[in-house]
């Protein structure tokens, strides 16, 4: 009897074991074949990225996401793995969004392409529960990836002429004697033409996955986090506005061609700045609220 009991105890210890070694072996294929899928896509991303100061953000998103990953491991690791098949119909759609931008030559799709085998890779492996929780680092990969041809033309235009349109009223609004003519600012002593390369978007991709990092990190509430990120739309409009009247008002106070080098080689840094400091004040005001509340409370 003890012979024949300890021969079914090792008969469902394999039994049990096998399944997870079979989970292992297909991760590890499934790894392999995305190494030998992306490692191409993957380097002309990370070029982007150190190429185009615009882009050089996508550095730090895959780490922000890891560093969420780790914060949440004990929730994680209490979470029952429920290995979903629905995971490979996300995979094949993965799949099938790489061959479009492949064949399209659309860099955005098949670089998005990645982030959504990710997720069916979570869901074939872990279940619907475990992506649930990996929901939001999964999603802020999507920051990583450059904006889209497509949508970069159909809303840099309208940004180069809100941002000479602010820029021109705020330089009107000092007394600066100016002129617009859609994107370009005529000032007495030089015209700024606010191009394509200036109309803020990219910059407002860059604020806005800052928005995301530094609410999540400095901000509890969720709703608040939210207005953080949204709050990156006009923070980025209004940074590009001032930035572009500081040109105007070097070029017609100081020197248009020391004016013409601060634009282009000092604009990412200014924006930057203006930015941030737009951001940090819009995240005290909710500080300061909340003890106006209190104290009313009172």
């Known amino acids: 009897m003890g012979r024949t009991s300890s021969n079914v105890s090792l008969a469902s210890g394999r039994s049990l074991d096998s399944p997870g070694?079979?989970?292992?072996?297909?991760?590890?294929?499934?790894?392999?074949?995305?190494?030998?899928?992306?490692?191409?896509?993957?380097?002309?991303?990370?070029?982007?990225?150190?190429?185009?100061?615009?882009?050089?953000?996508?550095?730090?998103?895959?780490?922000?996401?890891?560093?969420?990953?780790?914060?949440q491991r004990k929730k994680l690791a209490d979470l029952q793995l429920r290995p979903n098949w629905f995971g490979l119909v996300v995979m094949c759609g993965g799949l099938g969004i790489l061959m479009a931008g492949v064949f399209g030559a659309e860099l955005f799709l098949s670089r998005s392409s990645l982030v959504i085998?990710?997720?069916?890779?979570?869901?074939?492996?872990?279940?619907?529960?475990?992506?649930?929780?990996?929901?939001?680092?999964?999603?802020?990969?999507?920051?990583?990836?450059?904006?889209?041809v497509i949508i970069f033309n159909q809303v840099a235009l309208p940004l180069q002429f809100l941002a000479s349109k602010l820029a021109g009223g705020l330089l009107g609004f000092i007394g600066v004697p100016v002129l617009?003519?859609?994107n370009v600012i005529h000032l007495p002593a030089i015209d700024l033409e606010v191009v394509e390369a200036c109309s803020g978007i990219r910059?407002?991709?860059?604020?806005?996955?800052?928005?995301?990092?530094?609410?999540?990190?400095l901000e509890s509430s969720v709703p608040r986090r939210i207005s953080l990120a949204l709050a990156a739309i006009p923070v980025a409009v209004v940074a590009n506005g001032l930035r572009i009247m500081g040109t105007g008002l070097m070029g017609q106070y100081w020197d248009p061609e020391k004016a013409e080098g601060f634009f282009h080689?000092?604009?990412?840094?200014?924006?930057?700045?203006?930015?941030?400091?737009?951001?940090?004040?819009?995240?005290?005001?909710?500080?300061?609220?909340?003890?106006?509340?209190k104290v009313a409370a009172q």
Do not use: C
């Open 21 to 71: 070694r079979t989970q292992w072996i297909q991760f590890a294929v499934i790894i392999g074949l995305l190494a030998i899928l992306y490692h191409g896509i993957v380097a002309s991303l990370v070029h982007d990225w150190w190429e185009d100061p615009n882009f050089s953000h996508g550095f730090f998103v895959p780490l922000f996401s890891v560093y969420v990953i780790w914060q």
């Open 117 to 148: 085998l990710l997720a069916g890779l979570i869901i074939y492996f872990g279940g619907w529960k475990y992506f649930q929780a990996l929901l939001f680092p999964w999603a802020v990969l999507f920051l990583m990836i450059p904006i889209p």
């Open 180 to 182: 617009r003519e859609g």
């Open 203 to 217: 910059s407002l991709v860059s604020l806005g996955t800052l928005a995301v990092i530094y609410g999540y990190l």
């Open 265 to 293: 080689s000092f604009s990412g840094w200014v924006i930057f700045m203006l930015s941030l400091s737009m951001l940090y004040l819009l995240h005290r005001s909710f500080s300061l609220w909340d003890g106006v509340r």
